[in-house]
């Protein structure tokens, strides 16, 4: 399709000059016929650049292509007709103060005043405590009745709000309100010294170090015209790998707890400690914190280090097959996952759901065959998707992934892997330039955009973890549903409260 | 069922026998730091310019593993002759000033409330607030409850809610949307009880130093007993903490 937005590779730099700047209503009809067209948001944020307020949109279809424009003090809700922009527009009112008119559901994002001392678009005062200080949506009638959860929860994990409303047991609205870990990471890579731009990147999300500072690591590595070498391409291939592998075996037993089939939830939970292990292998930290930086990784993956994994990987094969062989023809496991928490694939496509989530509804989507980085041009990444959008499609895309990850990472360390490991320093950035890179991390596409002012400082750093898109296809998933399903459907969709609270 | 046999036989036993041995941790895990303090001042000077938590502090020759987060950048630039990390995993302190250290920590068991020891050696019962941060921590206290771990056998468990609980383990640089909720979580908690930091965040405000939404330190706002370093802290660093402090 040709239209005003210039085409940009993953990963490629781009002087600010050379984004197309278009008029609002240009921009506003050519995002909302390529998203009508099937095409999909990777970023839509707005930045100050010298007194000037500005939107800028990064969509892909087959190609990532961006532009930008003015932006004005409200505008036309693109919300209104395109469901994708829904969140972004949310988001930039919240940062920005911009009102999009006619938004179909305009709330906070995180609760945070605006950064530009305008008035408050939610007309919220951040001096007093406003988490929860909040109308939210409800249902009226006799039978129904509201369940509040969080934002400290039962379990371990992390702060959120969530809001069932009910009739009888049945979930006719779940409504989740985030934010409570929000910590303005955004805002931080702005100021902060360079030395500290991989601890940012790392500690957005932990368990999406590897992905979340790929996306950093490669975006200055093209800003500052730096190439990895070939073995650091295939340890950071690795590396996302082990964490996908560690994630997913870990969804995996969660979901088999939430079904009281405890001896997979054991197995897999002693078995997700073993991969994560192999990454401190690797770095020296479960979490691969401190092995990818701009320029390639700290850590080589030495003779000793790859036969320890090869030995490690062998011994674990076996056992996670046989795992999920256990899980998988439980008929009772069956009968609890399949038609459970359904998403068909026009709500997925409508709301742009991106990773296993959107693959479980038959999205293909992944960045790894699309957009391939790193070592992935030289893998066969299969299509994984599945066609029925419930947990059991959400659990089977893990299964197939995590077979596939075992065998990427054996075809990767089968061969001697050298590289010269780099450290902390970084080159300064050039000025006036923009760069967005993606990565299929275990999540789905997560996405980092940088703009830097004339001076080559740090204008503008954007993050999206993929739980941006995913939050609301977890709430559509519980439409419906026995309020009882809850637990399950939302380790299904296991999404980051970190990642999206940034 | 077959299935199911079989694979509790492959799967065997396999809970480690912490605290009696020391269960193996790969070479590359950082843990403890010893400071060799007859390095060359040019050498302690680029540690210091070149950590990215301004965790050394050049004139003492120590260093904070309360700001720590054991990437391990001193090491690497001084090749060992500043700084090396050892593999020792127990190293939680039971006062802040201790995580300020040449490497030679205090003895934990020494430190530790004694009455603690009366109320809660036999059982303990913990509710777990994740105040911010990135997850990691909550993760790697997660896992104690899994078989290698098996946390439940020395009487320890994560509890659902506040009033059946002994004390609080927080996790994250306190976010200032999540101190309202952590503040009443606390309140909930019936008298004694006892606040444990987990993690680089929840201890100095960790990598996310500086940021205008966070606490740095949660003991500015808390009476923490136990101080549990680490981005995140190994699994093992809070079983040895926790086991130390209370039994």
Redesign the interface.
């Known amino acids: 399709m040709k239209n005003a937005f210039l085409n940009v590779l993953n990963g490629e730099t781009l002087d600010l000059e050379r984004i197309p700047h278009l008029s609002f209503n240009n921009i506003r009809n050519t995002c909302l016929d390529i998203i009508k067209a099937g095409g999909k948001v990777v970023q839509f944020f707005a930045y100050e650049n010298e007194e000037d307020i500005k939107l800028i949109a990064v969509l892909r279809t087959d190609k990532l292509m961006v532009a930008t424009c003015y932006a004005p003090d409200t505008y036309p809700a693109f919300s209104k007709t395109s469901e994708p922009f829904h969140m972004f527009e949310r988001e930039i009112a919240e940062q920005f103060g911009i009102r999009p008119q006619g938004h179909p559901w305009l709330k906070m994002v995180r609760y945070h005043p605006n950064y530009r001392n305008r008035p408050d678009v939610f007309g919220n005062d951040y001096t007093q405590d406003i988490p929860g200080n909040y109308d939210y949506y409800q249902v009226a009638g006799d039978e129904i009745h509201e369940v509040a959860v969080g934002p400290v929860h039962a379990g371990v994990i992390e702060p959120g709000h969530f809001r069932f409303n009910c009739i009888g047991e049945r979930v006719l609205h779940l409504e989740i309100q985030l934010g409570y870990q929000h910590r303005a990471v955004e805002n931080m890579f702005h100021d902060v010294a360079a030395k500290r731009l991989p601890i940012l990147a790392e500690n957005i999300a932990g368990d999406t170090t590897i992905g979340h500072c790929l996306c950093m690591a490669q975006a200055i590595e093209s800003l500052t015209q730096v190439q990895p070498d070939k073995g650091a391409h295939i340890i950071r291939t690795i590396a996302l790998e082990l964490e996908r592998l560690a994630n997913h075996i870990g969804d995996l037993g969660a979901l088999s707890g939430d079904v009281a089939f405890l001896p997979p939830a054991n197995y897999f939970g002693r078995i997700r400690g073993d991969f994560l292990n192999l990454m401190l292998l690797i770095c020296g930290n479960r979490f691969g914190k401190g092995l990818v930086r701009p320029g390639g990784v700290r850590f080589d993956l030495n003779d000793d280090v790859r036969k320890t994994l090869d030995n490690r990987l062998k011994e674990l094969k076996p056992q996670v097959k046989h795992v999920l062989d256990l899980l998988f023809s439980a008929s009772t496991v069956r009968a609890r996952f399949e038609d459970c928490g359904a998403v068909s694939n026009y709500d997925a496509e409508q709301l742009g759901l991106v990773g296993p989530a959107g693959r479980a509804s038959g999205i293909p989507y992944d960045v790894r065959r699309c957009f391939p980085t790193e070592h992935y041009l030289h893998l066969n990444i299969p299509e994984n998707k599945k066609t029925a959008g419930d947990v059991y499609s959400r659990a089977k895309v893990r299964y197939d992934e995590v077979l596939q990850s075992i065998h990427i990472i054996e075809s990767l360390i089968a061969l001697p892997v050298e590289t010269a490991c780099v450290d902390n320093t970084l080159n300064p950035l050039p000025p006036s330039s923009f760069v967005v890179t993606i990565n299929e991390a275990w999540r789905g596409e997560v996405s980092h955009a940088m703009i830097t002012d004339k001076n080559g400082k740090i204008l503008r750093y954007k993050v999206k973890d993929p739980s941006f898109h995913n939050w609301n296809g977890l709430a559509m998933s519980l439409r419906d549903t026995g309020i009882s399903d809850f637990p399950l459907n939302n380790k299904s969709f296991n999404l980051s409260y970190c990642g999206f609270d940034l | 069922m077959f299935?199911?046999l079989?694979?509790?036989f492959?799967?065997g036993y396999?809970t480690c026998n912490y605290p009696q041995e020391k269960p193996a941790?790969?070479s590359?895990?950082?843990g403890r730091p010893i400071v060799q303090k007859d390095a060359p001042p040019e050498v302690i000077q680029a540690c210091a310019a070149?950590?990215?938590?301004e965790a050394i502090d050049t004139s003492a020759k120590k260093i904070d593993m309360g700001r720590c987060?054991?990437?391990?950048?001193c090491e690497?630039?001084s090749q060992g002759r500043f700084v090396r990390?050892t593999g020792d995993f127990e190293i939680a302190t039971a006062q802040k000033d201790h995580l300020i250290t040449d490497g030679y920590l205090p003895a934990l068991a020494e430190h530790s409330k004694q009455h603690f020891k009366g109320l809660f050696g036999k059982s303990l019962q913990l509710r777990?607030?994740?105040?911010?941060?990135?997850?990691?921590?909550?993760?790697?206290?997660?896992?104690l409850?899994?078989?290698?771990f098996d946390l439940a056998r020395f009487g320890i468990n994560?509890v659902?809610?506040p009033r059946h609980s002994d004390g609080i383990v927080v996790t994250?640089?306190v976010?200032?949307?999540?101190r309202?909720?952590?503040l009443k979580?606390y309140e909930a908690i019936p008298e004694p009880k006892v606040v444990i930091a987990v993690g680089s965040?929840t201890l100095t405000g960790?990598?996310?130093v500086?940021?205008?939404?966070?606490t740095e330190g949660l003991d500015t706002i808390l009476p923490v007993d136990l101080f549990i370093p680490g981005?995140?802290p190994?699994?093992l660093t809070n079983l040895h903490a926790l086991l130390t402090f209370f039994k």
């Open positions: 299935t199911t079989k694979n509790r492959e799967q396999r941790v790969f590359r895990y950082r070149a950590c990215p938590q987060i054991f990437c391990g950048t690497q630039i990390f777990q607030v994740s105040a911010g941060g990135c997850n990691a921590c909550e993760a790697d206290l997660n896992v409850a899994t078989p290698f994560f659902a809610s994250g640089p976010s200032r949307n999540m309202t909720a952590l979580t965040c960790g990598p996310f500086g940021s205008p939404e966070i981005c995140p190994h699994p």
